[in-house]
């Protein structure tokens, strides 16, 4: 069975961090990109960040750059959002996905549940 079970997220003061995960079985995690996308009330679905599954490379949306950091460790199966400087624009639920196809590819893949993250001003 495919899981992807997304953890850390919570409540925090704009300024503050959080570090998410995503633990990934049930697949050849290294086979796959993964990314993470987040879902906030009234807005579209935004990418927010991938990383690569060969390379390592990283991508991030504009709004993120410089305040968070993708990376992987693929002897644990494990994805790692570490999201600084937090701003209330950042309140959404997150959400990892597994992508076959790269980085650059659509969202098509394994999706987790997700976990909120909740930004006060």
């Known amino acids: 069975e495919v899981q992807l079970q997304a953890s850390g997220g919570g409540l925090v003061q704009a300024g503050g961090s959080l570090r998410l995960s995503c633990a990934a079985s049930?697949?050849?995690?290294?086979?796959?990109?993964i990314g993470w996308l987040r879902q906030a009330p009234g807005k579209e679905r935004e990418g927010v960040s991938c990383?690569?599954?060969?390379?390592?490379?990283?991508e991030y949306t504009d709004s993120v750059k410089g305040r968070f950091t993708i990376s992987r460790d693929n002897a644990k199966n494990t994805v790692y959002l570490q999201m600084n400087s937090l701003e209330p624009e950042d309140t959404a639920v997150y959400i990892c996905?597994?992508?076959?196809?790269?980085?650059?590819?659509?969202?098509?893949?394994?999706w987790g549940q997700g976990t909120q993250v909740t930004v006060s001003s």
């Open positions: 049930g697949f050849t995690f290294d086979d796959y990109a």
């Open positions: 990383v690569g599954n060969s390379d390592g490379s990283t």
């Open positions: 996905v597994a992508k076959p196809h790269g980085c650059a590819s659509t969202w098509l893949g394994y």
